[in-house]
T-cell receptor, first 113, second 113 residues
C-alpha cells in the first residue's frame, strides 16, 4: 500500500482554469504539507496542516487554497491557473509537528498551457 | 531566516568514484540536519539525519557529519553505484513545535557505468 498517495500524477490544463490535487496518507500522521518544486528542482514549502488546522502558510497567492477534511487528507485547489504555476507539487506527511522525518508522495506534475 | 546552500550541480561520476556533496547552513539555535534523496519519478525520501553537533548520520554507505563550527553537513560516499543516480537535497529543521523543513536547491548526481 502506498503510504502517501497523490492524484493525479499528471495534470495538463489551460491558463485560467481551476484544478484540484488530492493527497491521502495512510500512516496515521498528524501533519501534512504541500511543497512546490520548480524546474530547477528547488523545493519550497507552501502549506502545513496539523490535525486539520493550518499551521504554516508561506507567501503563496490566495489562488491556492488547501483543504483538510480530516487528518489523513490534504487537498490543494488552485483557481485561475497561470503559466508560472507549472511545477511538480509534492504532498508530504509526518508524525507530530517536528519534521523529524517526512514521507513524500510521488508528486503531481502540473503543466499550464 | 534559515537557509541551506548546496554546491552547484550537476555532478557526473564514474562507478566506484568517491562522492562529496557540500552543504552549508544558516540558522538560529540548534537545528536538525537532513539529507533527502529523490530518485527519478519519485518523491523525496529521507537518506540520513543528525540532530546535534558532531553527530554522524549514515545510511546505504552515505555519511554526513554535523559540523557546528563550519555550519556544514557535507554528504560523502566512498564508492558510488549507478543506482545512486538521483537528486540530493540538504535540509534543516529548526527546533520546536510547528517547525518547518528548509531545503537546499538540490543537486543532480549521475553515475556512469
Amino acid at each position: 500500500d502506498t503510504a502517501v498517495s497523490q492524484t493525479p500524477k499528471y495534470l495538463v490544463t489551460q491558463m485560467g482554469n481551476d484544478k484540484s490535487i488530492k493527497c491521502e496518507q495512510n500512516l496515521g500522521h498528524d501533519t501534512m504539507y504541500w511543497y512546490k518544486q520548480d524546474s530547477k528542482k528547488f523545493l519550497k514549502i507552501m502549506f502545513s496542516y496539523n490535525n486539520k488546522e493550518l499551521i504554516i502558510n508561506e507567501t503563496v497567492p490566495n489562488r491556492f487554497s488547501p483543504k483538510s477534511p480530516d487528518k489523513a487528507h490534504l487537498n490543494l485547489h488552485i483557481n485561475s491557473l497561470e503559466l508560472g504555476d507549472s511545477a511538480v507539487y509534492f504532498c508530504a506527511s509526518t508524525i507530530g509537528a517536528t519534521n523529524e522525518k517526512l514521507f513524500f508522495g510521488s508528486g503531481t506534475q502540473l503543466s499550464v498551457l | 531566516g534559515n537557509s541551506v546552500t548546496q554546491m552547484e550541480g550537476p555532478v557526473t561520476l564514474s562507478e566506484e568514484a568517491f562522492l562529496t556533496i557540500n552543504c552549508t547552513y544558516t540558522a538560529t539555535g540548534y537545528p536538525s540536519l537532513f539529507w533527502y534523496v529523490q530518485y527519478p519519478g519519485e518523491g523525496l525520501q529521507l537518506l540520513l539525519k543528525a540532530t546535534k553537533a558532531d553527530d554522524k548520520g549514515s545510511n546505504k554507505g552515505f555519511e554526513a557529519t554535523y559540523r557546528k563550527e563550519t555550519t556544514s553537513f557535507h554528504l560523502e560516499k566512498g564508492s558510488v553505484q549507478v543506482s545512486d543516480s538521483a537528486v540530493y537535497f540538504c535540509a534543516l529543521s529548526d527546533a520546536g513545535a510547528n517547525s518547518k523543513l528548509t531545503f537546499g536547491k538540490g543537486i543532480t548526481l549521475s553515475v556512469r557505468p
